[in-house]
Each structure stands twice: as C-alpha cells, then as structure tokens.
Antibody, heavy 120, light 107 residues
Framework: QVQLVESGGGVVQPGGSLRLSCAAS????????MHWVRQAPGKGLEWVAF????????YYADSVKGRFTISRDNSKNTLYLQMNSLRAEDTAVYYC?????????????WGQGTLVTVSS | DIQMTQSPSTLSASVGDRVTITCRAS??????LAWYQQKPGKAPKLLIY???SLESGVPSRFSGSGSGTEFTLTISSLQPDDFATYYC?????????FGGGTKVEIK
C-alpha cells in the first residue's frame, strides 16, 4: 500500500531555513510526479510545488517562488522541500502528495503532514 | 492563475439528505477538476477526478458533474461519516488551485 511519511517540520525564526523530507513506499516512486501542498491553521489547501517523475521539470506557487526548492532522490524514494527566507505566512501543515501520473495533475495519495511554525 | 470559487462555504444537513456543492472556475478548465474530502486533523482524501470519475474505493453515493466553468459534487444520501470539509481543485494549468472549501455540518 502507498505510504508517504513527512518529516523535518518544527519551529523556525523568520528568515530562517528548513528542509522537509517525504519518504515514499508501496509504489514505484521514480514513475510518478510528486507535490507539496500546505494548509495554514484553520485555512484551506494551497498547492506549493510539483516535480516531474524524473526531476526534469518543476513548478512553484508564486507565493514561494525563489524561496522554496523541490527536489527528489529516486534512489532513496524520497521527496524534499528546501524552504529558505521563511515568513510568518509560511506557517502551515505541509503535506507531500503523489500524482497519479508522471506529469502533474492532482493528488491521489497524501502523507499525514508535518507542521512548520515560523515565529520569533 | 485560475480562481476556484466554492459555494456554499458552510452547509447544514441531516443524515439521509441529498447534498450538492458547487465549484466555479474563473475560466474554462474543461473537465480537469478533482474533489477531496478532509476531516479535522487528517489529510485530504481524493473522491473524484476528471470532474466525474469516482476514485477507487469511494462510495457510489458520491458523484461529480460539470465541465467548462461550473461543477458540482453531489452526495445522494448523506451518511454520518460524510460530515467533513470538501475542496475542489483544478488541474487545467499551473498554478494548481483549490476552492475555499465547503464544510458540511450536522443540522
């Protein structure tokens, strides 16, 4: 069965950095696109970033472009999100989510999420 | 970016009711729309993709319809497990965008 397990969340000061990881199992990780989606406390869902199955193409939400970097290591079945220049408005639960295909469409499996809190 | 607008934002209903949630896109997205259910403290769960295709394992009381700019999610007979928040999401173009959510509450 598909499993996605995020880690790396925590409390960080404004302007700081954090790297999230998502360990994938139960499917052929290298064949599927992967996403990060976030949800601020009490708010709705916001798509953050996508990476193609082979890492050759990446897309970002305008709100994180230039600050966040999505990457993947297919040999380790792991997805990453490097978050720099963090702001209070980046406080959210961050979910990794699997795409049903290689190119990027929607989210058929989700992890349990990891909480990132940006606060001084 | 394509804006997705859901209505209503909150809906009060009873077990057994037929429930309809509407999602409107700011421009045509063909049938590139998905619906998710989210319960408090949990990750979202995929219900419907390509506007009307039921995800495997999802009860048949859930159905989706629409194309272009107007879409609906219908629950034919609301069950206790269905009280949750529902989101639509377009995947016609990047950035991928969600509707604001519809909370289905117990009447």
């Amino acid at each position: 069965q598909v499993q996605l397990v995020e880690s790396g969340g925590g409390v960080v000061q404004p302007g700081g950095s954090l790297r999230l990881s998502c360990a994938a199992s139960g499917f052929t990780f290298s064949s599927y696109g992967m996403h990060w989606v976030r949800q601020a406390p009490g708010k709705g869902l916001e798509w953050v970033a996508f990476i193609r199955y082979d890492g050759s193409n990446k897309y970002y939400a305008d709100s994180v472009k230039g600050r966040f970097t999505i990457s993947r290591d297919n040999s380790k079945n792991t997805l990453y999100l490097q978050m720099n220049s963090l702001r209070a408005e980046d406080t959210a639960v961050y979910y990794c989510a699997k795409d049903p295909g290689p190119q990027g469409y929607y989210f058929d499996y989700w992890g349990q999420g990891t909480l990132v809190t940006v606060s001084s | 970016d394509i804006q997705m607008t859901q209505s209503p934002s909150t809906l009060s209903a009873s077990v057994g009711d037929r429930v309809t949630i509407t999602c409107r896109a700011s421009q045509s997205i063909s049938s590139w729309l998905a619906w998710y259910q989210q319960k408090p403290g949990k990750a979202p769960k995929l219900l419907i993709y390509k506007a009307s295709s039921l995800e495997s394992g999802v009860p048949s009381r859930f159905s989706g319809s629409g194309s272009g700019t107007e879409f609906t999610l219908t629950i034919s007979s609301l069950q206790p497990d269905d009280f949750a928040t529902y989101y639509c999401q377009q995947y016609n173009s990047y950035s991928l965008t969600f509707g604001g959510g519809t909370k289905v509450e117990i009447k």
